[in-house]
């Protein structure tokens, strides 16, 4: 079975510094894996997704992740981090088994420091 | 509307009452998903629809937990005899579709904060 390990549970960023959320992920065939952020008391926002083709894949927010199939990792970073973008971040890998189910890590928190 | 609409967006109410929340997808989208968010936890599939149907039901965590959907839209997520343990973040989701159309994004609604007292 599919699952996710966001080994981070809080990360604080100074605002302007590069930002790298951890993600591995478990699955035996080639993943779909998704990134989220989700601002307090709102619901679930898509970043980016990778799918297949360039490893490298580009979001919104000026959002970046790196499929790496060898180390089974899904890294979010940010080359400069906002005020704005302090929110919990969530790793997710899917997998179709009849229909694209999600499973998620436990999600990271990233406070940022003025 | 434009995104996926929950309601109510807060419920309190006491141990052993049944609460029933409500997800409107975004304009046809076949596939809706529900989840639990414990606090300080990541998401927890509860239950899928394709359309009205629902081929996996496997997350709902005890025989209290009911869903349902008409129209291939709204969606209906029933807890009888609520218990203390029952407290989360309730999200939906949907998405474009399930069965093969693979790699499709879910969209997220904000949730309804389910507290039992």
């Known amino acids: 079975a599919q699952s996710v390990t966001q080994p981070d549970i809080h990360i604080t960023v100074s605002e302007g510094a590069s930002l790298e959320l951890r993600c591995n992920y478990s699955?035996?065939?080639?993943?779909?894996l998704f990134w989220y952020v989700q601002s307090p008391g709102q619901g679930l926002q898509l970043l980016l997704k990778?799918?297949?083709?360039?490893?490298l894949v580009q979001g919104i927010k000026g959002f970046e992740a790196e499929f790496k199939r060898s180390q089974s990792s899904f890294n979010l970073r940010k080359p400069s981090v906002h005020w704005s973008d302090a929110a919990e971040y969530f790793c997710?890998?899917?997998?179709?088994?009849?229909?694209?189910?999600?499973?998620f890590g436990t999600g990271t928190r990233l406070l940022v420091s003025p | 509307g434009a995104g996926v609409s929950q309601s109510p967006s807060n419920k309190v109410t006491e141990k052993g009452k049944d609460v029933e929340l409500r997800c409107d997808p975004i304009?046809?989208?076949?596939?809706l998903y529900w989840y639990r968010q414990r606090l300080g936890q990541g998401l927890e599939f509860l239950i899928y629809?394709?359309?009205?149907?629902?081929?996996?039901k496997s997350g709902l965590p005890s025989d209290r937990f009911s869903a349902e959907r008409t129209g291939e839209s709204v969606s209906t997520l029933t807890i009888q005899r609520t218990q203390q343990e029952d407290s989360a973040v309730y999200l939906c989701?949907?998405?474009?579709?399930?069965?093969?159309?693979?790699?499709?994004?879910?969209?997220f609604g904000d949730g309804t904060r389910l507290s039992i007292l």
């Open positions: 304009s046809g989208h076949t596939a």
């Open positions: 997710a890998v899917g997998a179709y088994t009849g229909f694209q189910k999600l499973v």
């Open positions: 629809f394709q359309g009205n149907s629902a081929p996996d």
């Open positions: 990778y799918f297949s083709g360039d490893t």
């Open positions: 699955y035996g065939a080639t993943p779909y």
């Open positions: 989701a949907s998405s474009l579709g399930g069965g093969g159309r693979v790699g499709q994004p879910q969209h």
